[in-house]
Every structure is written in structure tokens, then in C-alpha cells.
């Protein structure tokens, strides 16, 4: 599966978002290392704070097929999905409590992950390192001095 295609997914995927309050639309797309790809969207709330992102409702796609461990890739791409296609020119970055999220995963699989961010219309692509959006972060190899 290429970039794009996985970009595509993450794009495919914000059109399934409940996004009613914010009108923002982010979808994800995460791939297995056996080749399932799985992706999520954002669901928001009428009490805001409950809203889940994008990226953790496919984080929790993932772990139930195949495990956070055999992530391979990720892609996250949002934007105005009230249309038949999103749009939007601004790469987007997971936030900061996705990002948290990320770390576990990436922990427990032992490398670094490339996240791949994406404007809603695709026309935009940014790469990241996820200890570049998160360093110094706490995840599990944190807690190894835990009793
Ligand atoms: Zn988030």
C-alpha cells in the first residue's frame, strides 16, 4: 500500500466522522504489519469534553486486529467533510492527547512511528516522527521501575 493510499483511507475514513459541532472531520488509517488496515473517525458529543479523535477510535480498531505492537504505518488527514470528498488545505497533526496515545503504541512495538499528515483535500502531506510531535514523552518503558 502506498502513502497515498493510505492517505486515501484516512480521507475516506473522516467522512464517517460525527462531527456536528466542530464541522471538522479527521479520519485515520492504520496498517497492520500483516496487511490489515483498520481506521477511525472522530465522534464528538453534545457534552464536548466526552468527544473521541480520530486517531484513538483506530487505535482501538487496532488493538482488536492485530495489536498496537504490529502497527506499521499511520495516516490521519482532516478537513470540511460535509461533501461528497474532504477538503481543506491544512495538513493535520494528531493532538496532543493523540499523540500520548501513539507513544504507548509505539512503545510497546519498540520503534519510532512515522505519522503520516495529511491536508483534507490530500494535496498536502507531512511526515513526522512521533518522537518529533512527542519527545521526551511518558509511555509503559517509563513505568519500568514501578514496584
Ligand atoms: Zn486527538
Do not use: W
Not at 20 to 34: H, N, Q, T
Not at 68 to 73: E, G, H, M, T, W
Not at 123 to 138: A, T
Amino acid at each position: 500500500m502506498t502513502d497515498e493510499q493510505l492517505i486515501a483511507a484516512a480521507r475516506a475514513a473522516a467522512l464517517k466522522a460525527y462531527a456536528p459541532y466542530s464541522g471538522f472531520s479527521v479520519g485515520c488509517a492504520i496498517l497492520g504489519e500483516d496487511g490489515t488496515l483498520v481506521t477511525g473517525a472522530n465522534m464528538e458529543n453534545a457534552c464536548y469534553r466526552l468527544g473521541i479523535c480520530a486517531e484513538q477510535s483506530a487505535l482501538t480498531t487496532a488493538q482488536h486486529a492485530f495489536g498496537l505492537k504490529n502497527i506499521a504505518r499511520i495516516a490521519v488527514a482532516g478537513g470540511d467533510g460535509s461533501g461528497e470528498a474532504l477538503s481543506g488545505e491544512q495538513a493535520v497533526s494528531p493532538c496532543g492527547g493523540c499523540r500520548q496515545a501513539l507513544l504507548e503504541a509505539s512503545q510497546l512495538a519498540g520503534r519510532d512511528f512515522t505519522i503520516l499528515c495529511a491536508s483534507g483535500d490530500g494535496s498536502r502531506i507531512e511526515r513526522h516522527r512521533l518522537s518529533d510531535l512527542i519527545p521526551h514523552g511518558f509511555g509503559p518503558a517509563n513505568l519500568s521501575d514501578a514496584g
